[in-house]
């Protein structure tokens, strides 16, 4: 969940709600008169006032490195003695602005710190270098001081980038959110799915994650806290789900035993590839608990 970097109420406010990742945001939630602003609420909540009691991650989202900005916001967040769980990099188009962020970390960082790196896919040039973008991150990650955890579509960057106009069934955003969503996979990244800025509309807004879970994402970008419960019901696995992701692997095995590859289950083919999907809902039901 974005939170403006500069709005220490709304910072106050998002630290008390069971949300799984607030990003303080440096970026574009923040006037631009506003970045010096932004910039030093963050410092100081993470320097003082971050509370033991935030459940989930602490990113921040820093301005975009071609702004020339990004440099003073991550010297301001990472020399700070608690420095925030992941860094999210928006605009990123080249393998050239990784090269950077990880000389910038390694200037930064001490000892062993290391901190996750969530790239922001959202221009036309992104899309066309997406893979080298994808393998430089996890390679850099072996070596650097970030560990590549995630890519993010960012879809109204992206629909000014190509001149497009945003419709309800998202069919202007189709190939890029498929082609974000397999590249991600293809690196054991992360895919999280675009913002839905109707933050009054959660019926359009539940329709939107469920179609984005069914694509492959695991998790979406939120900006008010009503969209948080939304989303997390709809990307965690519900009670059928799980029941019958349990039927199937219990049936699995039993099939297995007695030498069959393929049987039916519930009135479907049931084969390797199926039982692969219902482990994928069982692991994702662990993070429920
Ligand atoms: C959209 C908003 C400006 C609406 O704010 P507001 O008018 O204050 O809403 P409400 O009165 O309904 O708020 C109710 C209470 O909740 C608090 N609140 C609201 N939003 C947040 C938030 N994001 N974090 C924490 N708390 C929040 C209010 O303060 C009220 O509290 P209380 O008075 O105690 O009841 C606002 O929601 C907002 O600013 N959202 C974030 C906007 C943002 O960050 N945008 C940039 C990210 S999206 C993006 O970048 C897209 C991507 O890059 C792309 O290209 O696609
Ligand atoms: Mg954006």
């Not at 991550?74 to 188009?93: F, Q, Y």
Request: hydrophobic share 40%.
């Amino acid at each position: 969940m974005y939170v403006p970097g500069d709005d220490t109420k709304k910072i106050n406010k998002a630290v008390g709600l069971d949300v799984d990742f607030i990003a303080l945001d440096c970026e574009d939630g923040v006037a631009i008169n506003r970045k010096d602003d932004a910039r030093k609420t963050i410092r100081q909540f993470l320097d003082e006032l971050r509370p033991k009691s935030i459940k989930g991650d602490l990113g921040v989202r820093v301005n975009s490195i071609d702004t020339g900005l990004c440099g003073d916001d991550l010297t301001s967040c990472l020399s700070s003695k608690n420095i925030p769980d992941t860094i999210l990099l928006p605009k990123v188009e080249s393998t050239e602005e990784l090269n950077w962020f990880a000389d910038k970390t390694d200037s930064l960082l001490k000892n062993d710190q290391k901190i996750n790196l969530i790239v922001y896919i959202e221009t036309a040039l992104a899309f066309v270098n997406l893979t080298h973008i994808c393998q430089h991150a996890v390679e850099l990650s072996n070596n650097k001081r970030f560990i590549a955890a995630g890519l993010v579509f960012g879809s109204d960057d992206f629909c000014a980038s190509i001149g497009a106009s945003r419709t309800e069934d998202c069919s202007e955003v189709s190939y890029a959110r498929q082609k974000l969503v397999l590249t991600a996979k293809a690196f054991n990244l992360q895919a999280i799915d675009m913002v839905y800025i109707k933050y009054k509309d959660l019926e359009g807004l539940r329709r939107q994650c469920e179609q984005g879970k069914r694509m492959g994402f695991t998790g979406k970008q939120v900006i008010h806290p009503s969209q948080v419960p939304v989303v997390q019901e709809a990307f965690l696995p519900n009670k059928e789900q799980m029941e019958w992701a349990e039927g199937l692997l219990k049936a699995f095995e039993e099939h297995q035993k007695s030498g069959k590859g393929a049987f039916t289950y519930r009135g479907s083919m049931i084969d390797m590839p199926t039982m692969k999907q219902a482990q994928n809902v069982l692991e994702l039901s662990k993070l429920a608990k």
